[in-house]
């Protein structure tokens, strides 16, 4: 070998090895809850929620609505519901990395429940509210929402 192909080669090493050592940073460079943010529609196709960073903690508000003529529905305090925050505090669980713990909000009853979301699939979110533990809860499904939104909450 030649003091020429020796520097080839110890370049190509170097290059290979940093690459190597790269390449993780690069797969985590995504945070594990940019799968949540964004847009989507609820199960029953009558809500849609925006998903994204409340300080370093993932939230979610209602955004769009299902509604006839032009009263925008109100929660049970009579307050419009187009905007309320009520995905709030998730965080990773301790128990399922891919599972994130927080708090869902009931807009007609006003009561808070204990809530997880997690992403089984590309563009698919299982949301599960429940009472003390998530075996005594129900799961929706959400998907992704690329639609448009009209003025007030209103969905077409």
């Not at 690069?26 to 799968?35: C, D, I, L, N, T």
């Not at 508000?61 to 006839?68: D, P």
């Not at 429940?130 to 799961?139: A, C, V």
């Amino acid at each position: 070998m030649t003091l020429k192909n020796a520097g080839m080669m110890a370049s190509l090493s170097a290059f290979l090895l940093s690459a190597a050592l790269l390449a993780p940073v690069q797969a985590r460079a995504e945070a594990p809850e940019s799968v949540f943010m964004g847009y989507w529609l609820s199960q029953g196709h009558d809500g849609v929620f925006k998903i994204g960073m409340c300080g370093d903690t993932v939230c979610g508000q209602l955004v769009g609505l299902s509604y006839q003529g032009n009263d925008v529905p109100k929660d049970h305090k009579g307050r419009s519901e187009c905007g309320i925050q009520m995905l709030t505090g998730f965080r990773r669980s301790s128990d399922d990395d891919k599972r994130w713990n927080g708090k869902i909000l009931d807009p007609d009853s006003g009561n808070v429940y204990q809530a997880q979301i997690w992403s089984p699939e590309k563009n698919v979110l299982k949301l599960r509210g429940y009472i003390g533990l998530p075996l005594f809860g129900e799961t929706q499904t959400w998907t992704r929402y690329e639609g448009t939104l009209g003025p007030v909450c209103k969905m077409p």
